[in-house]
Structure formats: C-alpha cells, structure tokens
C-alpha cells in the first residue's frame, strides 16, 4: 500500500531553518497533489503548504508565508518543505499528505494517504 515516511524534523532555535523531507512509494507519485500538516497538543489538524502535482501551483497558510517553502521533487518520489526564520509557535509534528487529485486543498479531507509525522521543535 502507499506509504509516506518523512525526516528531517529535530530542533532548530528561533531564527534558524530546517529542511524536512517526504519519500513516497507504493502509487505514481508524479500525478497528485501533496501538502504538508502540522499537529500540535491541544489543537486542531493545521494545514501548512500544498503542491500540484506539476509544481506549477503552491499555497501557503497565513502563518507561515514568505518564510516556508514546498517543493517536489518527482523523480525521487519526494516531497519537501524549507523552513525558514522558525519560530517558537512552528513546534508541532509535522505530516505529510499525499491528494487524491492532482490539485490542492486545504482540507485534510483531500487527502488520502498521511505518513507518521516528524516532531519539530522551535526553541526561544
């Protein structure tokens, strides 16, 4: 069955970046839309940054726009997101999610495959 298995997570201070990564096998990973989620104790699933299945489209959430960056890279089955100018209030683990359609969605709902998530930690 289709797996997404991310790393990259850890800890970074305030200020400094950190690049996590999504490797995807088990389906034609090339056709569809992927995002990235985050989940932190106490609320609610929180949608990150998303990719068409080309690249030729992206969406950032408010919170973290002009300092995260999604990409993909098709060839190597692999999703990533570039983490910039972190902040304490970026600590969460972070999920990958793999569309059942080739276009983006905020809703988590849109998303069919989820891997098992990578704890970032963002010290003061």
């Known amino acids: 069955q289709v797996q997404l298995v991310e790393s990259g997570g850890g800890l970074v201070q305030a200020g400094g970046s950190l690049r996590l990564s999504c490797a995807a096998s088990?389906?034609?990973?090339?056709?569809?839309?992927m995002g990235w989620f985050r989940q932190s104790p106490g609320k609610e699933r929180e949608f990150v940054a998303g990719?068409?299945?080309?690249?030729?489209?992206?969406y950032y959430a408010d919170a973290v726009k002009g300092r995260f960056t999604i990409s993909r890279d098709n060839a190597r089955n692999t999703v990533y997101l570039r983490m910039n100018s972190a902040k304490p209030e970026d600590t969460a683990v972070y999920v990958c999610?793999?569309?059942?359609?080739?276009?983006?969605?905020?809703?988590?709902?849109?998303?069919?495959?989820w891997g098992q998530g990578t704890q970032v930690t963002v010290s003061s």
């Open positions: 999610a793999g569309g059942r359609w080739a276009t983006i969605s905020t809703r988590a709902d849109w998303y069919d495959y």
């Open positions: 990719i068409s299945w080309n690249a030729d489209s992206t």
């Open positions: 088990g389906r034609t990973f090339s056709s569809y839309a």
